[in-house]
């Protein structure tokens, strides 16, 4: 029989991480604020409490992972500069983080990112390198970038100061609240899923961690379920953080260890939950950001009445776009 | 001469009453939350609190005014029952406030006003009455089915203790963040204005206190400087909740005593300022709850770097009505 205690110690990460990030965050990222709501409570008969990091800066949770990492480099690191692909809240985290540490940063984006996204990113003071879908692969310009200039690749989930680093939420949370029964956290390629586990499994050992995905970018709930690697091709979901292909080859194996639960949600679920947030908390969230609270308000949860923590995870909307989701949900 | 504390004294509505109302809201109305933002700051170069009535019950500061002044009936008035005309957030307040006093409300609305309104409303356990405008007043109708049902009627704007109610958010402003150079309020009827002004002029009594209109409802604006009651008919704006037609008889002098100046804003400035507090600070916003901060982003302020307070009123969009709102923002 193996030692469990061996089998943590081999993970990549731990709860001395997040901790040890979080003394890095503290007085650079918000200590974002938990809202409850009486209309949600009495509609669910829980006692819900929201974490907003809608209200992190750069609009996300992504910045805590980001700048977690970032600070750790070494002078000779900070000097080629740090470089990333992704066209979200990852690419924003990591440009704001960049400004602040003084470490150049370059962003790789598909050419088809929408201009807004591109303008945000460059505001922080990135650089900004677009690429055709049909000719390279992110990860393979990536690579190839980074080795011309000597630059360090921090990529945007699989990663273990990431992970630490969105680990934090959790512990903020706990910390603010108190003990949780359910934890619902939405999941793209792990990183803020697998962080929070690690985080409850220390400060409320009883809470059950649940991830939420999109039903069409089931890549991880399959993989939880399945015990093996699962993917989907380019999934066809408004919840553009969450159509990573597959979890992480460090994600993964802290998903399967700390989380309880896999849920999803589909996109006409996930507008309801958006639409909610907006009208009743007045609060501006992602389709993506509102994953965790689908699974909640969809009634995917026992009907004991618990006191449950919903992570809200992100607020980036692009408001030209939202004349679409207003037509989808409102008809 | 005039003795100017006995043209004070004259006056329908003194800082006392707003201590009053103060406590008679503790731990009903929520203490909103002030924010702020770097970018907000480094745009216009001032230091800028946002008071967010958003997040305040019902969605609107009217609340404060309504519990304020239902709060006071006496045993015989709450028997009878409260009425009001409105289509909009007062609705609400005095649905919510009756239910929490346990006063019965009814509300006279427009055969036309919105259904979601009509809906919130009866939410909250009102009887909703509609009338054809063509063929009533909502004032008539009141008077009428007041006299009727033996009920108090308590108007939107032009009552004290509802302005005496809507003083108390320049007075938590104040609280929270200390003296303020300049105050920026939205202007409908006059009752947040006044009744914030009048807190202004004890807690910071140098401070300015702007009130903003829509540029096609300028009635306060025009009466406010030529010291005569001006209106407008059925003003043709976005801010529904500043379509009043006059100050009224009681907010009128208070507004001339204590606000320092008056400002407008273009539909399209308000469009602006709506949407930038949507992307930048991720809070839902009505088109008349940024009123306040339209006239900061416009740079209608003098240049001088000053600490300046922006009330944002209310946050009830009629969110199937956001697609327009973006066609005509974003083209």
Do not use: H, W
């Given at each position: 029989m193996t030692n469990p205690a061996e089998v943590l110690s081999n993970?990549?990460?731990?709860?001395d991480d997040i901790v040890a990030a979080a003394a890095r965050l503290t007085g650079t990222a918000h200590l974002t604020p938990v809202l409850t709501s009486r209309t949600v409570d009495e509609q669910t008969r829980h006692q819900v409490f929201f974490k907003c990091e809608?209200?992190?800066?750069?609009?996300?949770?992504?910045f805590r992972g980001a700048f977690n990492a970032m600070s750790q480099l070494s002078p000779e690191q900070r000097q080629g500069g740090v470089l990333t692909y992704s066209s979200g809240n990852h690419a924003q985290a990591i440009a704001l983080s960049g400004k602040l540490l003084e470490i150049p940063t370059t962003i790789i984006m598909p050419k088809d990112a929408p201009t807004v996204k591109q303008a945000a990113t460059r505001g922080y003071g990135a650089e900004v390198i677009l690429y055709d879908r049909a000719e390279a692969t992110r990860e393979g310009l990536a690579r190839q970038l980074a080795a011309e200039r000597n630059a360090t690749v921090i990529p945007p989930f699989d990663y273990a100061p990431v992970v630490a680093g969105q680990g934090t939420t959790a512990k903020e949370l706990i910390e603010a609240v108190g003990s949780l029964d359910v934890l619902l956290v939405c999941c793209g390629g792990g990183g803020l899923l697998s962080g929070c586990a690690i985080a409850v499994r220390e400060l409320a050992p009883h809470c059950r961690v649940i991830g939420v995905e999109p039903e069409k970018g089931d890549d991880v709930t399959r993989s939880f379920y399945t015990k093996t690697l699962q993917s989907v091709h380019n999934p066809d979901t408004i919840a553009d953080g969450a159509r990573t292909a597959a979890p992480g080859n460090l994600t993964f194996p802290l998903i399967l260890e700390y989380v309880d639960e896999m849920l999803t949600v589909s996109d006409q679920a996930l507008l309801r939950a958006m639409f909610f947030l907006w009208e009743r908390l007045k609060i501006v969230v992602e389709p993506t950001g509102a994953l965790a609270t689908a699974a909640l308000l969809e009634g995917?949860?026992?009907?004991?009445e618990a006191r449950i923590g919903v992570v809200v995870s992100g607020?980036?909307?692009?408001?030209?776009q939202i004349g679409q989701y207003s037509a989808s949900h409102f008809g």
């Open positions: 993970l990549p990460v731990a709860y809608n209200f992190q800066r750069t609009g996300s949770f992504k995917l949860l026992p009907q004991t607020g980036n909307v692009d408001l030209s």
